[in-house]
């Protein structure tokens, strides 16, 4: 079992910045490769963003490649994602989720193929 915990949410303008974490505990953090997914109201939960297990190859969906950045601390058994430039449209439940690392990279963009999931934190972007 891994046990993840989101942080960092809140309100902030638009252009703002923010800096989510997600702390795991239970079987060894770098087992896993990790995920930022988010969801509005109304609709499906998306892929954010995603880090290997080792840190050193990430992955971003279309809408928010080169505004957000994510990066993870093995030693701290923490995952990051950092949220520049926000949008009004960014405002969702963001959720932090763990993948085995035996998965093919190409996995890491669905939801279904990941075991475990933090209770999700509040981005609200305004205006």
């Known amino acids: 079992q891994v046990q993840l915990v989101e942080s960092g949410g809140g309100l902030v303008q638009a252009g703002g910045s923010l800096r989510l974490s997600c702390a795991a505990s239970?079987?060894?953090?770098?087992?896993?490769?990790m995920g930022w997914f988010r969801q509005a109201p109304g609709k499906e939960r998306e892929f954010v963003a995603a880090?290997?297990?080792?840190?050193?190859?990430?992955y971003y969906a279309d809408s928010v490649n080169g505004r957000f950045t994510i990066s993870r601390d093995n030693a701290k058994s923490t995952v990051y994602l950092r949220m520049n430039s926000l949008k009004p449209e960014d405002t969702a439940v963001y959720y932090c989720?763990?993948?085995?690392?035996?998965?093919?990279?190409?996995?890491?963009?669905?939801?279904?193929?990941?075991?475990?999931w933090g209770q999700g934190t509040q981005v609200t972007v305004s205006s």
């Open positions: 989720a763990a993948v085995p690392r035996t998965y093919s990279s190409s996995s890491y963009y669905f939801k279904d193929v990941y075991d475990y």
């Open positions: 239970g079987r060894t953090f770098s087992s896993y490769a």
């Open positions: 880090v290997s297990w080792s840190g050193g190859t990430t």
